[in-house]
């Protein structure tokens, strides 16, 4: 399974950034999808998870109401819309891929994609 994020950049605070993560290389429908973020010098956080059907999504609750998850199975891409970004969320974001149910852990990671970097100036 191949994970390709983009959509990363600067921004202000209080502005809104869209990340992408093209899926490739499974049955788009056998994986549940989430997003990770590590800042520098911290460790790789859960961000958002979206199960293989759609209808169930996890947050962390520093992100709840302001990130939404989102997959499209005709493009086979999972998406994480980000708004009233703040400083703290300035980090390195990773799409990720399990083969089975919805997780909000990294132990339960198959598949990692490439990074791509957020940064929210104050």
């Known amino acids: 399974v191949q994970l390709q994020a983009s959509g990363g950049g600067l921004v202000q605070a209080g502005g809104s950034l869209r990340l992408s993560c093209g899926v490739s290389?499974?049955?788009?429908?056998?994986?549940?999808l989430a997003w990770f973020r590590q800042a520098l010098g911290k460790e790789r956080e859960f961000v958002a998870a979206?199960?293989?059907?759609?209808?169930?999504?996890n947050y962390q609750d520093s992100v709840k109401g302001r990130f939404t998850i989102s997959r499209d199975s005709a493009k086979n891409t999972v998406s994480l819309q980000m708004n009233s970004l703040k400083p703290e969320d300035t980090a390195v974001y990773y799409c990720?891929?399990?083969?089975?149910?919805?997780?909000?852990?990294?132990?339960?990671?198959?598949?990692w994609g490439q990074g791509t970097q957020v940064t929210v100036s104050s």
């Open positions: 979206i199960s293989r059907s759609g209808g169930s999504t």
């Open positions: 990720a891929a399990r083969e089975g149910l919805i997780y909000s852990s990294s132990r339960y990671v198959n598949y």
């Open positions: 290389g499974s049955t788009f429908s056998s994986l549940a």
